[in-house]
């Protein structure tokens, strides 16, 4: 059984549509402590101490896999996260319309029987460790466009302010990559990881 070491239900509904068997258990990491100057870095040490917290909650069970997810969206080399108000939202918007960026999501699974405890994650091969980069095109929004979107609510509760699988999915023109990463976590990536 996977035990999803998030809160987000697009994850939680990616793995359901996927018909991957799983349940939830939050982690309760303080992601505010945790950082890193590389984006890429940063949502990779984000899911690791996701998963390795639900892990340290757990008694070994065999088939049992914790993962942990993390997703940043870098425009013009600045790092955004889910925007703080309205307000922010708009003006994030205001810069993406029209413009590239990168989702960045960082995957960490760890599948059990995981090492004795103090050591768990720090063998070699006890975890799966990896971070999904997807370009995303925004479309050229108008003023009121930008309004309109951020008045659903939608930007406030995801990475990057838009959401591929809701209204986010009209403001999108293209993506290069892997098109669930955007969602919260790449498919294929946890297919390969559970396949072997």
């Not at 999501?105 to 103090?118: D, E, F, M, R, Y």
Request: some cysteine; overall charge negative; aromatic content about 6%.
């Amino acid at each position: 059984m996977l035990v999803l070491a998030s809160a987000s239900p697009a994850r939680r509904r990616l793995l359901q549509q996927a018909a991957i068997p799983h349940r939830v258990q939050v982690s309760g990491v303080d992601e505010g402590a945790i950082t890193a100057a590389d984006p890429s870095e940063l949502v990779r040490l984000l899911a690791r101490a996701k998963a390795q917290a639900v892990v340290e909650s757990l008694e070994p069970d065999a088939g049992q896999a914790v993962l942990g997810c993390d997703s940043l969206l870098v425009f013009a080399g600045e790092v955004f996260g889910k925007p703080a108000d309205p307000q922010e939202a708009i003006r994030r918007w205001q810069r993406m319309a029209g413009g590239w960026g990168e989702l960045h999501t960082g995957h960490c699974l760890v599948q059990s029987p995981w090492p004795g405890v103090g050591t768990r994650l720090s063998q070699p091969g006890a975890i799966q460790l990896e971070t999904v980069t997807t370009r995303v095109q925004f479309a050229a929004l108008t003023a009121s466009e930008i309004e309109a979107y951020v008045a659903t609510g939608e930007p406030l509760q995801c990475a990057g302010g838009f959401a591929l699988e809701g209204i986010g999915g009209q403001v999108v023109e293209r993506i290069e990559g892997c098109f669930s990463n955007v969602i919260g976590l790449s498919l294929p990536l946890l297919r390969r990881w559970l396949a072997a």
